[in-house]
T-cell receptor
Framework: DAKTTQPPSMDCAEGRAANLPCNHSTISGNEYVYWYRQIHSQGPQYIIHGLKNNETNEMASLIITEDRKSSTLILPHATLRDTAVYYCIVRVGTNAGKSTFGDGTTLTVKP | DAGVIQSPRHEVTEMGQEVTLRCKPISGHDYLFWYRQTMMRGLELLIYFNNNVPIDDSGMPEDRFSAKMPNASFSTLKIQPSEPRDSAVYFC????????????FGSGTRLTVV
């Protein structure tokens, strides 16, 4: 699976959009980009995933660059409860395979 | 759906004792994963199963660790004998094989070996 690079930490003001970047320059054509978050010591929670196109669900939006070498997770209106570690991973699409979690980005939403 | 259920939530044991962690995946999911999380090493994949068959156990640290999945609704991770460096939070996750599904993680088992 391709390696991902994320900034170690970011801050965001409550109510503002949080934009979390991820670099995956070695991604292969059959690899999907997935985002998870982990709040405090809970189990990681799936947020969203995509292959080529931008995606949106009730939690977030995912913007993937045309060359697929990077992506951005957008939380449109961050709340204090969005404070968490956010992980960007890539996964081969042919099966569940195995996903390698990096260090992620610690997002702190401040009032 | 109750989600992925792990037991126990917390386990404190003495060095040298056998420890068994349990996981019930979401019904219908055909993949099951065991992860370990520590401050130093982050989230590490230990082993994963597909249709109850172990596919990749390259992350299992050593022979003291073993995992089984006797049926689609139950898996165990056993450590024998346990050592203080095994102290960590162990997560179980399950998923459908199709890429349009993410993993669902359990709440984890916090293991402390003293």
């Amino acid at each position: 699976d391709a390696k991902t690079t994320q900034p170690p930490s970011m801050d965001c003001a409550e109510g503002r959009a949080a934009n979390l970047p991820c670099n995956h320059s070695t991604i292969s054509g059959n690899e999907y980009v997935y985002w998870y978050r982990q709040i405090h010591s809970q189990g990681p929670q799936y947020i969203i995933h995509g292959l080529k196109n931008n995606e949106t669900n009730e939690m977030a939006s995912l913007i993937i660059t045309e060359d697929r070498k990077s992506s951005t997770l957008i939380l449109p209106h961050a709340t204090l409860r969005d404070t968490a570690v956010y992980y960007c991973i890539v996964r081969v699409g042919t099966n569940a395979g195995k996903s390698t979690f990096g260090d992620g980005t610690t997002l702190t939403v401040k009032p | 759906d109750a989600g992925v259920i792990q037991s126990p939530r917390h386990e404190v044991t003495e060095m040298g004792q056998e420890v068994t962690l349990r996981c019930k995946p979401i019904s219908g999911h055909d993949y099951l994963f065991w992860y370990r999380q520590t401050m130093m090493r982050g989230l590490e994949l230990l082993i994963y199963f597909n249709n109850n068959v172990p596919i990749d156990d390259s992350g299992m640290p050593e022979d003291r660790f073993s995992a089984k999945m006797p049926n689609a609704s139950f898996s165990t991770l056993k450590i024998q004998p346990s050592e203080p460096r095994d102290s960590a939070v162990y997560f179980c996750a399950s998923s459908y094989g199709h890429p349009h599904y993410g993993y669902t993680f359990g709440s984890g088992t916090r293991l402390t070996v003293v």
